[in-house]
């Protein structure tokens, strides 16, 4: 009976504890990225764009191009590898990885860098969300990975999907979001 009430409880934690959401059916775009030392090229089904100089190529864009080969990765709280991970595993896994201090939760993650409005919003930015009632504070971090006429994208691992890419504009996360920053 205890490890019942126990089970229970774990499940339930995990379900509030990283931004669990309705199932949304989306389409997500495939990006494909190849890196050599004189050209860069990403890739995409809307756009196709070229760095041509290595100097174009932005921390910014290295952090993101990491996250994304997370991408399918299953939710585990605390985790950071491609067994499992949280929301703020993959941000502080991505940083680290491409050499850039960052804190590990999503909380401590807030305090740090700069406010900027959404119309500021660039690739490698941060959003923060409250995706519990029961808590008054920012417990879900994503990634911008994108923004095209408006449609800001981000990266981020939610309980019920993983690791995700996912649109601003969808209505659950329009009404968690709390806040953009800049850390880069």
């Not at 985790?79 to 929301?87: I, N, P, S």
Request: glycine residues 6%; contains cysteine.
């Amino acid at each position: 009976m205890i490890k019942k009430v126990f089970f229970i409880c774990m499940v339930s934690f995990l379900m509030i504890s990283c931004g669990s959401s309705k199932n949304v059916s989306t389409t997500y775009q495939k990006r494909a990225s190849t890196v050599n030392p004189k050209k860069v090229e990403v890739t995409d089904t809307k756009t196709s764009e070229t760095l041509t100089k290595k100097e174009d190529v932005t921390v910014a864009d290295k952090i993101v191009w990491t996250a994304v080969t997370y991408k399918g990765v299953p939710y585990r709280f605390g985790g950071m590898t491609k067994r499992g991970m949280d929301c703020s595993g993959l941000i502080f896994t991505s940083f680290k990885q491409r050499n850039v201090p960052i804190a590990r939760t999503s909380h401590q993650m807030y305090v740090q860098g700069e406010n900027i409005s959404l119309r500021e919003v660039q690739r490698g930015d941060l959003l923060f969300f409250k995706t519990s009632r029961k808590r008054g504070r920012v417990n879900h971090v994503g990634l911008v990975t994108s923004v095209d006429n408006g449609d800001i994208r981000f990266i981020h691992s939610t309980t019920s999907r993983g690791v995700i890419v996912t649109s601003l504009h969808e209505n659950y996360w329009k009404r968690a979001f709390i806040k953009a920053k800049r850390v880069l």
